[in-house]
């Protein structure tokens, strides 16, 4: 583990249920994430990739296998939380307004109430919904809840940002400006994101590296180094690299390949 | 023809005195046409001349505060239990599959049945209707507070989980709150059994309350009065109702704009 690793994963396999009907989820599964980087995970539905970001976030104990975040074992991490997770659906409590779902882990680790408040508004600012403090999640936008939710998952200032699929939900072009303002997000907060996702553009288009995995049993079959430059703008993918990179992701999930062709 | 806009927009308020109105009316002209005596079918006017006449004299409000005690009495030992035993059943499956062949025996027994059993080992008035009350009132309340807290979707756990929540974080942040809803429906249906709970028990035995008045008004055919106490306890049990539904309101007021 050389120094700049934030988080190791060291031949991690993960079994569900016992005996007979057990899945493997994982096997072996080793890689190794830097600190402040961005990478995204992608993979084919199933292949564990929710599996290896719980793991991380010790929602879920590995089978086999060690994990280190941040030099610690994944629960001494979470107890000294490390870590801000965004699921694919937004999980607002919706009977607090947008205001108190962004204090609510700032509760829960009992910082003063004036200092929740400033970072509240501050987060608010972050994300442009000042505004919409006081509403309640019923009345946001998909898009908007989203965003919230972000910014919830940054209210302790994690070191690492978990996020698993979160713009899975939302059209084309939510997803794009919600992807550009993560960007920003990440430059400006210097977290680490891990970054789980379907669509291999959006993947290109946001990491530093891919890790791509295959399935059944899930394991990482490459990791693809995204070397475009940063800042990322529409500009970048009019890159001859953007394309390559693509395909070149495409190719190790087999999706090149002739058979798949539609006339 | 249109109406005016406010009268549309508040029909339904608008035709509740308006078929009041109407079922006096034939009340009233059903007697007329057949003379029946006070003691079958009491006039309206006789009926609100009893009416006033027991609020006056005090009657009806004592036996009221008697029955109003041991509603809230029956009902808050059934808040209480079904609360905290619900709460306990939803966390531990295990004791849920002990617990619930007792507790599902316990409402095939129709509770009128074991009534008697309970005034013979409680002999105290209040204390064995608010008991009776209870035991009608514990069943649903239990029901939903499982089915509220069993809700609680497991995202909203793992994310609790992962600020490092504390048990009592987690019951006070997530559960509590996701639960409302449903739990709240519970007092709903509740509080309308417990007030049928102590009347039920007090017109079985009791020499208080409402049940108990009605009892004595039927033995001296003092129809009018009968008919004064029902009024008065359908009032009470609006009342009640009422109540509880303005306070779920309250609680719930994030749902007014959601939609
Ligand atoms: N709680 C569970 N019990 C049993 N098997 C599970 C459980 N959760 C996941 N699995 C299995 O583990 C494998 C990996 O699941 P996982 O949810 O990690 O996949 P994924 O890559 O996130 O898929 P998706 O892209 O659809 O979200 C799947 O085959 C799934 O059936
Ligand atoms: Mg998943």
């Not at chain 1, 107890?79 to 699921?87: D, H, L, S």
């Not at chain 1, 977290?191 to 899930?218: K, Q, Y």
């Not at chain 2, 059943?89 to 074991?114: D, F, N, R, W």
Request: charged share 20%; proline share 6%; with cysteine.
């Amino acid at each position: 583990m050389d120094n700049h690793t934030l988080i190791a994963i060291e031949s991690v396999s993960k079994q569900y249920g016992h005996a007979r009907d057990s899945v493997l989820a994982l096997r072996d599964v080793s890689l190794n994430i830097r600190a402040g980087e961005f990478l995204s995970i992608i993979g084919a539905s199933g292949c564990g990739k929710s599996t290896l970001l719980r793991m991380i976030g010790d929602l879920l104990a590995p089978s086999a296998g060690r994990i280190v975040v941040n030099g610690k074992s994944p629960d001494a991490a979470r107890r000294a939380r490390e870590c801000g997770i965004v699921f694919q659906a937004p999980t607002l409590m919706e009977w607090r307004n947008i205001a108190r779902n962004v204090e609510l882990p700032l509760e829960v680790v009992g910082a003063p109430r004036a200092e929740r408040q400033q970072r509240t508004r501050d987060l608010l600012d972050l994300i442009r919904l000042r505004d919409f403090a006081a509403r309640y999640p019923g009345e946001l936008s998909a898009g908007m809840q989203m965003q919230v939710s972000i910014a919830r998952a940054l209210a302790y200032r994690p070191t690492i940002l978990l996020m698993d699929e979160p713009f899975g939900a939302l059209d084309e072009i939510t997803r794009e400006r919600l992807g550009r303002e993560l960007l920003e997000i990440w430059a400006r907060t210097r977290v680490t994101i891990v970054f789980v996702t379907h669509s291999v553009p959006e993947a290109v288009r946001l990491s530093d590296r891919v890790a791509v995995m295959s399935p059944r049993p899930g394991r990482i079959e490459r990791v693809i180094e995204i070397d475009l430059p940063r800042p990322r703008t529409p500009a970048t993918r009019e890159l001859p690299r953007y394309w390559e990179l693509l395909r070149e992701v495409r190719a190790v999930l087999g999706l090149n390949e002739e058979q798949n062709g539609v006339r | 023809m249109r109406l005016p806009r406010w009268v549309r927009a508040n029909i339904q308020y608008l035709l509740i005195p308006f078929v009041l109105g109407l079922f006096l009316l034939l009340w009233e002209t059903l007697i007329v046409v057949n003379r029946y005596p006070a003691f079958i079918l009491p006039t309206p006017a006789q009926v609100a001349e009893s009416f006033v006449e027991y609020w006056q004299n005090g009657i009806i409000p004592r036996h009221v505060s008697i029955t109003l005690f041991e509603i809230g009495l029956g009902f808050s030992i059934a808040f209480v239990f079904a609360s905290s035993v619900g709460y306990l059943l939803a966390k531990s499956p295990l004791l849920e599959k002990i617990v619930s062949p007792y507790l599902i025996a316990t409402q095939a027994i129709p509770i009128v049945a074991i009534a008697p059993l309970i005034i013979i080992w409680i002999n105290t008035g209040s204390a064995q209707n608010a008991l009776i009350a209870a035991l009608i009132t514990f069943f649903p309340m239990l029901v939903n507070t499982i089915v509220g807290v069993r809700g609680v979707r497991d995202e909203y756990r793992a994310l609790l989980r992962s600020y490092a929540a504390n048990r009592w974080q987690v019951f006070m942040k997530l559960e509590v709150p996701a639960a409302l809803p449903i739990f709240l429906g519970g007092v709903r249906v509740g509080v309308t059994l417990s007030v049928i709970g102590v009347i039920v028990a007090e017109l079985m035995w009791a020499d208080r309350g409402l049940g108990f008045l009605i009892n004595f008004a039927q033995g001296h055919l003092d129809t009018p009065l009968l008919f004064a106490t029902v009024a008065t306890l359908s009032i009470m049990a609006i009342v009640l109702y009422l109540t509880v539904v303005l306070i779920e309101k309250i609680i719930l007021r994030w749902r007014r704009n959601v939609q």
